[in-house]
């Protein structure tokens, strides 16, 4: 626990530092083994690694926002190079060190360190637009209907994903007849899709929707991004509560847990001790709270919150990353507890930079309430 809310505290400086070391020690590996594998001068591909470097970075950063065709395909391709990257320099770590005990032979590793990287990226790609279904059944005080919940989060509608994706997440939602739909943020990655045309299938979804906003919105530009959701018939929750079929869904903006929390996503603002303190909520009545990211339980816990539903960690996406996650968030995916409060966080339905998911699944929460 000190580690984590350390590592959380100095994210905005560690991170960059920490990420800074890992791309040029990478780059000075890479240009090493390949100059080695393929008998050329190490020169050549320490030149040839930063420029891809520089490109990646670039192209995420200048054209996450573009509205352009021909920027969006830059976006892509540098999130796709990211990606195999990635599992380039760790399927090399893998392939030097069976290298150790059991040596391969030189036309066998050009080969396995060229393809093995691809054929990863494509596993990734499959498993990141296909959408799971994840069932869970949980108890509510106070409660004796039923209700079934369709949680979605983090669908990063943008470049990668757009009318067509969102067609296919709507049919299988439907198929799961839920009485309502909750979106816990992270609904847009760019601006790309951000248009009423590209929400159309939203209007096919017949039971009532409600969304909090999630970081990626706000980069976005969020008051486009509630219009966008209204025009569709989305309710927007903005810190408020509401009654569905007699239980409270508290729904609260992005926000850092409390004053004295440092978050890279939500650095300034409100925070969710201070804006809970403000609501109307009746701790002897059911409740959900909707929040993006899994931070600040202790505070639903003392508003009587059973169930909080939350994203934004993907689970961590990808492997490595994965084992990061873990130890960066308390509740990182699935369903966990806090005292007699429930938190079920979503691995997500899209994803972030790479489109590719390794160790994690691309998931709609289905919640049977009783």
């Known amino acids: 626990m000190y580690v984590r809310a350390i590592m959380k505290k100095f994210a905005a400086l560690f991170f960059p530092l920490f990420m800074l070391v890992v791309f040029v020690g990478s780059i000075v590996y890479l240009s090493l083994r390949f100059g080695d594998i393929f008998n050329t001068g190490n020169a050549l591909w320490f030149s040839t690694f930063s420029a891809t470097l520089i490109f990646m970075v670039a192209g995420l950063l200048v054209f996450n926002n573009t509205l352009k065709l021909s920027g969006s395909l830059v976006y892509r391709f540098a999130a796709l190079t990211m990606g195999y990257m990635l599992y380039l320099i760790i399927c090399l770590i893998l392939i030097d ?59 990063h509608i943008g470049h990668f994903r757009g009318k067509r994706f969102l067609q296919k997440l709507v049919n299988k939602v439907n198929k799961e007849n839920p009485d309502v739909v909750v979106i816990t943020g992270d609904f847009f990655d760019g601006k790309i899709n951000l248009k009423d045309e590209a929400l159309t299938p939203l209007k ?23 219009a966008a959701l209204a025009n569709t018939g989305v309710h927007n929750l903005r810190n408020e509560v509401i009654d569905v079929k007699g239980i409270q869904i508290i729904g609260l903006n992005h926000m850092r847990p409390d004053p004295s929390t440092r978050d890279m996503h939500a650095a300034t603002g409100p925070n ?70 429930k938190i079920l966080v979503s691995e997500g339905i899209g994803t972030f930079g790479p489109p590719i998911r390794i160790g994690t699944k691309s998931e709609i929460v289905m919640i049977e309430l009783a």
């Open 97 to 155: 060190l069976i290298n150790l005990f059991f040596p391969v032979p030189l036309e066998w590793m050009r080969i396995l360190t060229l393809s093995l990287p691809a054929g990863i990226l494509t596993i990734g790609l499959y498993k990141s637009f296909n959408i799971k279904v994840t069932p869970h059944q949980i108890k509510l005080s106070n409660y004796s209907n039923k209700l079934r919940v369709a949680h979605l989060s983090d669908i």
């Open 204 to 226: 096919e979804i017949k039971v009532p929707i409600y969304f909090v906003n999630g970081n990626h919105d706000g980069y976005s530009g969020l008051q486009d991004v509630f």
């Open 272 to 341: 969710m001790q201070d804006t809970l303190n403000t609501l109307q909520i009746d701790k002897n009545k059911p409740s959900i709270l909707l929040h993006h990211s899994p931070d600040g339980i202790q505070y639903a816990n003392e508003h009587g919150v059973d169930l909080y539903l939350s994203g934004h960690t993907h689970g961590g996406q990808q492997f490595p990353v994965t084992l990061l996650n873990e130890v960066l968030f308390t509740y990182n995916r699935g369903l966990n507890s806090y005292k007699n409060t």
